[in-house]
């Protein structure tokens, strides 16, 4: 295996030297930023990537070992997890009880522990690294997307490009005008939750035909039409952990920086503590080393198997390995929905014979026009359900109900906070309807 540094200015000109370099099958090791110079912390930040190729020649004795580096790196990732305690133990919480009047569920009053740092190792849990990831992520972002978001910031609202004709993102083709929003209560409420402009003179016109001039003129009456307009509209469809017959698998993807790694751990907590212990964890997140780490030591304190896989075969053999399990929750890298490669890459993975779920993971902070392309571009892969992260960070959650209703896809489950298990909400229509009509009910800790 032929081993590689490189160093660039941002993540985008970095892997372009690797392709380059060792072609499209070399392999991320590890990133980080460094300072030139001879200034120190005060110089110039250079991001340092190391990757490596298979050469065709034999492996040389002296040559890294790839199975004897994850053995190693499990083996530190066991001596770490042993200062944690367990997240889930006896006294969880039951399971949700469906029906017209379920609320969101209390969660346990324990806290995932911190993670301890290791020396020449960042992980996920470190402020600082979060945020150096969280500056090369907004690096790696494309021109084009640049672009539009300048656009929007200075107020030119246009259907996301390369869209099929007829489509455009929700809201944004024929927009509320300030003055119906003047002289039209009902309208100005349904765009104070968020609701897409198309869906809001909808919802609004069938209330005036529904509502009595007196009831139109009534806020609280108003407020639960639409409550009731929402929960009959909006598809939720969470997966039925219940059924025994057979494995499910599920697997999450999305863009980054949305919360996938954190958001499996909850499920995996969930069905461990409401169901069963016989779970997997697989991940093809290659990219991220820390997210690596940080899931391998989440199925250490959940003393869970994690499987890492870094090509379409590998994940099958896992799978294989793994058959007897009830549960398998597959994790996968972030990608840019523009990045076509990317995404072609991911199908490979998630082929539809191998009867995987395909959760998209969205971001509640995301602009809409961007949550439309985002949906659309991954949708190549097969998405099966949404789920919404962030919620607790927004002050309007109507993209909930405009995504859904857009695309038809239904939501499985809504996240509002970083605690696992806890911040993970089993949804129903009503309790989606209650958090589009109150957000504040979305704060965790209230």
Known sequence: MQVKVFEAADMATGLKMVRQELGPDALILSTRTIRSGKLGLLGRPILEITAAIDTPSPRAASDPDPAACRQATAAGTSRRSKRFSRVVGAGSDPGITYGPDASVVEPPKGEIPGFDRVPGRPVAGDAAFRQEMDELKNLVRDLAGDIARIRMAAGEQRPAPEAPAGETAAGLQNPLSAASLQNDPLLARLHALGIAADSARTIAEFARESLT???????????????????????????????????????????????????????????????????????????????????????????????????????????????????????????????????????AFLRSDLEIEKHLVLSATTRELELTETVRRFDQVGINRLIFTKIDECSQLGSLFNIQIQYGKPLSFVTNGQRVPEDLIEITPAIVASLIMSPQEGSPHD
């Open 213 to 347: 001039p007196e009831d139109l003129d009534n806020p609280e009456t108003v407020d639960a039409y639409f409550h009731t307009t929402i929960r009959e509209n909006i598809a939720v469809q969470p997966p039925d952990f219940s059924a025994s017959d057979r494995q499910r698998r599920v697997a999450l993807i999305g863009p980054t920086g949305v919360g996938k790694t954190t958001t499996l751990a909850k499920l995996a907590a969930h069905y461990l503590s409401r169901h069963s212990p016989s779970i997997a964890l697989i991940t093809i997140d290659t990219y991220r080393i820390a997210a690596v780490e940080q899931l391998k030591v989440y199925g250490e304190i959940m003393h869970l198997p994690v499987e890492v896989v870094i090509s379409p075969e590998q994940l099958e053999q896992a799978l294989q390995k793994h058959r007897d399990k009830e549960l398998v929750l597959i994790d996968t890298a972030g990608r840019s929905p523009r990045d076509a490669y990317c995404i072609e890459e991911l199908a």
